[in-house]
C-alpha cells in the first residue's frame, strides 16, 4: 500500500504542476488532445530529456526562468508533447468534460481530477421553514455559492482497488475519502470515509438531483455522511433474483468525527433489482432507457449516540431536542424506496419510519416521512420539444410528531431542468409551495423560487 499511496501522491503532485503550464495549449489545440506518453521531444529546445535512471519525483518539463508572454507576442503558441515517467512507468494524460484524466500505459493506475461548482439564487428564503415562527418571516433574496468540491477518483492495480477523495472548499474539510476493494462482483469492501446506502435521496449526488436542493424528508432522516467498513456486491446479475445488498459498520457520530458511540451504527440495505439491470445511483433519465431500469429497496438503520440528526456539518439534534449526553439517543430507522427509469420517465420514491429513545427522559419519539418525484423529457414524445429539456413535479411531507397536531409539513415543488452537458452542466429553475398543517385551522403557506448553475469540469 505504501507503493500505491506513493504513486497516488506523485500523479496529483505533477497534474497540479502541469495545469500551470498548459492553459495557453489548451487554446491551441482542441480539449481531447492526449499527451502520448510514447512520443519523442518535438526538439531539444521543447522538452527535457527524458531520465533513465532510479526513479524520481516528476517536475514539469518548462522553463521555470522563462519570461510570461505578452498579449501581443505575434510567435504562435504551439502544444508540446512530454514524456512523463513516475515509478519507471510512463502515463498518459488528457482533458476532457469528465476532468483532467491521468493513466499509466499499461492501464493499471488512474486519476480522474475535477472540480465543481453549483451557485444558486433563491427568494425569499433558501432552507426550508420548519416552525409557525418561520413561516412567512424570511423575506431575504439568497445570491450564494452552494457548493465548491475537489474531486480525485480512480483504481490502483488494474481493477482491484477504487478510491476517491473529495473536499469541500466552501466548508474547508474533507467530505469523502475511501477505498472499494473488488474482490468479486458479489463480495466488495469499502472502508473510510462516505455517504450511508440508507437512502438513495442522499446517495444521489447534490450535482445529480432533479431539484435544486434534496426534500424537506432529507434533513429528518439521513445517516448522511460516516466513517467505517461496508460490505456490499451483487447477486445473480441478469435473472430475476438480481438483487443488491449494502452492510454497514459505522462510527455513528457524523462526518470526521472520533467514534462516539456505545455501540457503532449498523446500516442494513437489500436491494431488487426488478428488471435484472442494476440502475446507477443518479436522479432523471438521461440516456432515455430502452429497456426499463428499477429497483425496490429496503433499509434499516440502528445506532446509540448524543445526536439526532446527522448533516455535512456532522452531528447535530433535530428541533425539539436539546443537546445529548454521550449515547443518550437511540435511533431506530426503516426505509421503503423505488426507482424507475424508462424512455425519459423517472420515477422516485422513498417512506420512512424513525423512532429516537431518549435514555435520559425516558421518552420515546416516533416520526414519519416520505416522499415521490417524477420526471419527463417531452422530446420523447414531441420531438420539436428541446430534447435537453426536462420537467418534474416532487411532493414530500415529514410529520415529525406521530399523534401530536401542528407539525406536519409539505412540500410541492416543481422544475425545469436543461442538461447542456447532462448533470455535467446544467441550470435548474423551480418554484415550490412550503406549507405547516395547524390543527383546526388552514395550513400556514410559503413560496419559494430558486435558479441554479451545477457545473463540473
Same mark, same amino acid.
Not at 172 to 178: A, C, E, N, R, S
Not at 379 to 385: A, C, K, L
Given at each position: ?8 501522491h506523485t ?11 498548459? @492553459?495557453?495549449a489548451?487554446a ?33 518539463p ?11 507576442? &505575434? ?14 512507468t ?12 491521468l493513466?499509466t500505459?499499461?492501464?493499471?493506475h488512474?486519476?480522474r481530477?475535477?472540480?465543481?461548482l453549483q451557485?444558486?439564487? &433563491?427568494? @425569499?428564503?433558501?432552507a426550508? @421553514? ?6 412567512g418571516?424570511?423575506d431575504q ?9 475537489f474531486?480525485?477518483e ?9 478510491y ?18 473488488q474482490l ?5 469492501i ?9 437512502s ?8 445529480s438531483q ?8 432529507n434533513?429528518?432522516?439521513?445517516a ?7 460490505l456490499?456486491?451483487r ?8 438483487? &443488491? ?30 428488471? +435484472? ?22 433499509s434499516?438503520l440502528?445506532?446509540?449516540?448524543r445526536?439526532t ?7 447535530g439534534?433535530?428541533d ?8 443518550q ?16 420517465l ?36 414531441? /420531438? ?8 418534474a ?9 406521530? +399523534? ?8 410541492? /415543488? ?33 413560496f ?10
Amino acid at each position: 500500500m505504501t507503493k500505491s499511496f506513493r504513486i497516488l501522491h506523485t500523479t496529483i503532485r505533477a497534474a497540479s504542476m502541469l495545469l500551470l503550464a498548459t @492553459p495557453l495549449a489548451i487554446a491551441q489545440e482542441p480539449a481531447e488532445a492526449v499527451l502520448d506518453a510514447q512520443a519523442k521531444p518535438l526538439s531539444q529546445e521543447a522538452a527535457a530529456p527524458q531520465e533513465t535512471e532510479a526513479p524520481q519525483e516528476a517536475t514539469a518539463p518548462m522553463d521555470a526562468t522563462a519570461a510570461p508572454l505578452s498579449p501581443a507576442a &505575434s510567435a504562435p503558441v504551439t502544444w508540446r508533447t512530454f514524456q512523463w515517467t513516475i515509478v519507471k512507468t510512463p502515463f498518459q494524460m488528457k482533458y476532457s468534460r469528465r476532468g483532467l484524466e491521468l493513466q499509466t500505459n499499461d492501464g493499471r493506475h488512474t486519476s480522474r481530477i475535477r472540480w465543481r461548482l453549483q451557485v444558486r439564487g &433563491s427568494k @425569499p428564503f433558501d432552507a426550508a @421553514p420548519r416552525r409557525v415562527s418561520q413561516f412567512g418571516e424570511s423575506d431575504q433574496d439568497h445570491l450564494i455559492m452552494r457548493r465548491a468540491r475537489f474531486k480525485v477518483e480512480g483504481r490502483l492495480f488494474g481493477p482491484l482497488v477504487n478510491y476517491k477523495f473529495e473536499h469541500d472548499l466552501v466548508a474547508g474539510k474533507t467530505i469523502d475519502l475511501y477505498f472499494d476493494f473488488q474482490l468479486k462482483p458479489w463480495l466488495k469492501i469499502r472502508a473510510g470515509q462516505w455517504k450511508s446506502h440508507f437512502s438513495q435521496e442522499r446517495v444521489i449526488s447534490s450535482g445529480s438531483q432533479q431539484f435544486a436542493e434534496r426534500s424537506i424528508v432529507n434533513r429528518e432522516f439521513t445517516a448522511d455522511r460516516q466513517s467505517g467498513a461496508m460490505l456490499y456486491g451483487r447477486l445473480k446479475p441478469g435473472t430475476l433474483a438480481d438483487s &443488491s445488498y449494502f452492510f454497514e459498520i459505522l462510527g455513528g457520530s457524523g462526518i470526521n468525527s472520533v467514534y462516539q458511540a456505545d455501540s457503532p451504527m449498523f446500516v442494513s440495505r437489500y436491494q431488487w433489482n426488478v428488471f +435484472g439491470r442494476e440502475p446507477e445511483f443518479f436522479s432523471s433519465d438521461l440516456e432515455g432507457a430502452e429497456k426499463p431500469e428499477a429497483f425496490i429497496g429496503i433499509s434499516a438503520l440502528r445506532n446509540r449516540s448524543r445526536f439526532t440528526r446527522f448533516s455535512t456539518s456532522g452531528g447535530g439534534q433535530l428541533d425539539g431536542f436539546a443537546a445529548g449526553a454521550s449515547n443518550q439517543y437511540a435511533l431506530t430507522q426503516v426505509n421503503v424506496e423505488f426507482l424507475l427509469k424508462y424512455r425519459g420517465l423517472s420515477i422516485q420514491n422513498e417512506n420512512h419510519w424513525k423512532n429516537i429513545r431518549d435514555s435520559v427522559k425516558l421518552t420515546d419519539t416516533s416520526m414519519r416521512g416520505g416522499y415521490a418525484q417524477a420526471g419527463y423529457f417531452p422530446h420523447q414524445v414531441w /420531438t420539436p420539444f428541446p430534447k435537453e429539456v426536462e420537467l418534474a413535479y416532487r411532493y414530500a411531507f415529514v410529520d415529525s410528531r406521530l +399523534g401530536v397536531p401542528d407539525d406536519v409539513r409539505q412540500e410541492h /415543488t416543481v422544475a425545469l431542468n436543461v442538461f447542456l452537458e447532462g448533470h455535467s452542466n446544467k441550470f435548474t429553475i423551480e418554484a415550490g409551495r412550503l406549507s405547516l398543517a395547524r390543527a383546526g385551522m388552514s395550513d400556514i403557506p410559503d413560496f419559494r423560487y430558486r435558479i441554479q448553475w451545477d457545473v463540473h469540469y
